[in-house]
């Protein structure tokens, strides 16, 4: 079993920038992979970034350039550093852990105004 507490979320105006956290119950290095997903109402979650075990990246193309995943392990924490944050952006953005089975947290609310 794995716990996900996000945190960080917010209302920012476009142009500006967010740091959303995800504080997961065991070690990070142990879960094949960690991501973030979002969600915006009358969508389907997309995925937003994600980072191996082993430390490889990869973004949603409408991100890159603009958000970052990291993680410390010895906070057992990741992050997505959200920059040159736009309105289509806002959404409800969700930290994942996939092993075996797949872990959600419970959402964050990211609203970013125009």
């Known amino acids: 079993q794995v716990q996900l507490v996000e945190s960080g979320g917010g209302l920012v105006q476009a142009g500006g920038s967010l740091r959303l956290s995800c504080r997961v119950s065991?070690?990070?290095?142990?879960?094949?992979?960690m991501g973030w997903y979002r969600q915006a109402p009358g969508k389907q979650r997309e995925l937003v970034a994600r980072i191996s075990s082993g430390g490889s990246t990869n973004y949603a193309e409408s991100v890159k350039g603009r958000f970052t995943i990291s993680r410390d392990g010895a906070k057992n924490t990741v992050y997505l550093q959200m920059n040159s944050l736009k309105p289509e952006d806002t959404a409800v953005y969700y930290c994942?852990?996939?092993?075996?089975?797949?872990?959600w947290g419970q959402g964050t609310q990211v609203t970013v105004s125009s």
């Open positions: 065991r070690s990070i290095f142990r879960i094949n992979y």
């Open positions: 994942n852990a996939e092993i075996v089975d797949t872990w």
